[in-house]
């Protein structure tokens, strides 16, 4: 009886000992296991960009452009803001002097589709616009989403607040407009977008507005960019055109 003891104490250490081995090896191999590094987190994308044109002689111009955009993407959620300013002389006389600003924020609800709200400013003293407001809620949807190219169109109810001309005035409107990117490299892309938005009550009057611009890096953070910017009134103030166009070129710098 008292070796049957002794062999079931034996028993008894040697299980007691074989599991606190396997638990020491088990903590020494996860300890010296490397520690998986956390996803990194979005960050905001943000660009400066600025413009000069002199002329002396025959003719004295000036035209100054800056602006600065910035966006963000989380995986539900995207976020863009932009504010842009043009100043242009000729002999001496103002002849461009516009200022406007932008903030859009989209909520994903399935990996193309979204809704989201835009907001737009602008002051356009040449063409008699003391200021204009949009409020556009929206739908979108992504017809193309990857890497390196991104097409997609959005539309809903606007809302435009404007002082044109002297004349105060507000209406409805209904907003389409569609944004189209493409990368060709780390180096090179290409954008264009566009949007209308006539008002519901009378579809003869209405505001259209189109952006093309190619940017292409000369360094990591500097880049050189042209942009074509039409906008069009179809009915601006009194002694007005209907349609301004604007070409840009300057130097671009990405934080």
Known sequence: MKNRSTRLAITQFVVICTGLAATVAVMAQNAAAPLTPPAPQPAWETLASAGLTLTKG???????????????KWTANEI????????GEASGVKNVNNYNAYGQYNRLFSERFYG???LTGLKDDIANI???FTVSPLAGYYFLKSATTQLSAEAGPSYVIEDLGGVSRSYMGLRVGERFEHKFSD???LWQTAEFIPQVDRLSQYLFNFELGVDSAITKQVSLRAVLQDNYNSQPALGRKANDLRLITGVAYKF
Not at 64 to 69: D, E, L, R, Y
Request: hydrophobic share 35%.
């Open 58 to 72: 025959n003719s004295d111009t000036m035209l100054a452009n800056v602006g600065v955009t910035t966006s963000k």
């Open 80 to 87: 863009g803001l932009g504010a842009n300013m043009t100043y």
């Open 116 to 118: 989201g709200l835009k």
């Open 130 to 132: 003391d200021y204009r």
């Open 187 to 189: 180096a090179a892309k």
